[in-house]
């Protein structure tokens, strides 16, 4: 005689469309009722569920898991850099360290670049857009007050 798991798992297998439709059918009958116990199960226990939340996002596994779904990137190269502590981040632009600091990707290539600014890298898209970018970074190094030398260029 099989085990109770093995029969079941045999069952399943034979009635694999069966099972799946069911449970289309039952989610489709059932939604109202499932929605409103959520709400009132979430507002029993609002601190769990608050804990929870904050437990859950905050895991490497599942923002690197969501990055991924979103950019297309691959899961274990997103994983690679949301395991890096956060005291250990910085801006691959700046290279300063900060508390707001976001994942960085090329769109074209789908590669990530590193860790950057919010600001960085709305710098750094600008000038990549720009009709003539050297007149940007010359227009920076002039604020930094910053002396480039190059052999025929002014500033």
């Known amino acids: 005689m099989k085990d109770y798991k093995t029969r079941r798992a045999v069952y399943r297998a034979k009635h694999k469309e069966e099972i799946k439709a069911y449970g289309i059918e039952y989610y489709n009958k059932h939604k109202e009722e499932r929605k409103a116990y959520a709400i009132a199960y979430t507002a029993r226990h609002r601190e769990k569920a608050r804990v ?16 991924s779904r979103d950019t297309g990137i691959e899961y274990e190269e997103a994983l690679a850099w949301f395991l890096i502590p956060e005291e250990n981040r910085r801006c691959w632009l700046c290279k300063e360290a900060g508390e707001k600091l976001h994942l960085d990707h090329d769109h074209a290539n789908l590669r990530i670049r590193g860790w950057t600014h919010s ?37």
Do not use: D, F, H
Request: with cysteine.
């Open 52 to 67: 929870y939340q904050k437990t859950y996002w905050a895991k490497p596994v599942t923002k690197a898991r969501i990055y």
């Open 119 to 155: 600001l960085c890298n709305n710098a750094e898209g600008m000038v990549r857009k720009s009709p003539n970018p050297n007149n940007l970074i010359w227009e920076i190094a002039r604020i930094q007050g910053i002396v480039i030398e190059t052999i025929g260029q002014k500033l």
